[in-house]
């Protein structure tokens, strides 16, 4: 089934961060591809949110997804899947994970807790009209 997926400030500059990078190290054209790449990822995971692994030896709170050399950190609630952050698999990932994962935690709530405000209020201004 179908999922919206959301990107948290902390993904969107992790992507800025990339293409930076990227763009530094490998030039425009190769830097576009690998961004093109993990927004062909974050499409199949769109439609197919089951592509997500588990990964309980880096965090039992998260589900993963490989993109080349980076990882989507994500955690799906309901009909939303939410990309946390995005970081190189060299990065000692475990570690930069267990590190995060209370701020992670608490913008996964934060912006789960927003979605279900803007929900009521679509949902109520569709029962005014």
Same mark, same amino acid.
């Given at each position: 089934?179908?999922? %919206? $997926?959301?990107? #948290?400030?902390?993904? /969107?500059?992790? =992507?800025?961060? @990339?293409?930076?990078?990227?763009?530094?190290?490998?030039? !425009?054209? %190769? *830097?576009? +591809?690998?961004?093109?790449? @993990?927004? #062909? *990822?974050?499409?199949? =995971?769109?439609?197919?949110?089951?592509?997500? +692994?588990?990964?309980?030896? @880096?965090?039992?709170? &998260?589900? &993963?997804?490989?993109?080349?050399? /980076? &990882?989507?950190?994500?955690?799906?609630?309901?009909?939303? =899947?939410?990309?946390? #952050? $995005?970081? /190189?698999?060299?990065?000692?990932?475990?570690? !930069?994970?267990?590190?995060?994962?209370? %701020?992670?935690?608490?913008? *996964?709530?934060?912006? /789960?807790?927003?979605?279900?405000? *803007?929900?009521?209020?679509?949902?109520?201004?569709?029962?005014?009209?």
């Amino acid at each position: 089934m179908p999922v %919206t $997926i959301k990107l #948290t400030d902390r993904a /969107h500059n992790d =992507l800025q961060e @990339i293409a930076d990078y990227s763009l530094q190290r490998w030039g !425009r054209k %190769t *830097a576009n +591809r690998y961004l093109e790449d @993990i927004q #062909t *990822a974050l499409s199949l =995971l769109q439609e197919n949110p089951d592509l997500l +692994r588990n990964k309980s030896d @880096i965090s039992s709170q &998260f589900k &993963f997804y490989r993109v080349r050399e /980076h &990882f989507l950190v994500c955690t799906k609630l309901k009909d939303v =899947l939410l990309v946390l #952050t $995005i970081k /190189h698999g060299e990065m000692d990932l475990p570690n !930069r994970v267990l590190e995060l994962e209370p %701020t992670l935690v608490q913008e *996964a709530d934060l912006l /789960h807790q927003r979605l279900v405000v *803007a929900e009521k209020k679509r949902h109520s201004s569709h029962l005014k009209k």
